[in-house]
């Protein structure tokens, strides 16, 4: 996310910041789909759990499910990226 933020110049100091302003502009929108939202919104949520829940421990099947997660939105942010990139001068 953060390097689709560095193209409006815009960076934050918290990972909620970041994660709001790219659900404004790019979920919103319809640049990115709503589904990366889901995703964002999930790994976040369990991001915090394991800071903060001192037992929390992510389970297989969901660990499995977020790395299929990040992997898809990891190629959505870079088939972004690449087509951007592109209509630089």
């Known amino acids: 996310m953060r390097a689709v933020l560095a193209l409006d110049e815009v960076d934050f100091r918290r990972h909620s910041g970041v994660i709001q302003f790219f659900q404004k502009e790019y979920i919103k929108t319809g640049i990115f789909d709503k589904e990366y939202s889901d995703i964002i919104t999930s ?3 369990i991001r915090n759990a394991s800071d903060y829940d001192d037992f929390y421990i992510a389970s297989k099947d969901e660990t499995k499910m977020q790395v299929e997660s ?3 939105f990891c190629n959505a942010v870079e088939i972004f990226l690449n087509s951007t990139i ?3 001068p």
């Open 70 to 72: 990040a992997e898809r």
């Open 43 to 45: 790994a976040s949520e």
């Open 86 to 88: 592109e209509k630089i």
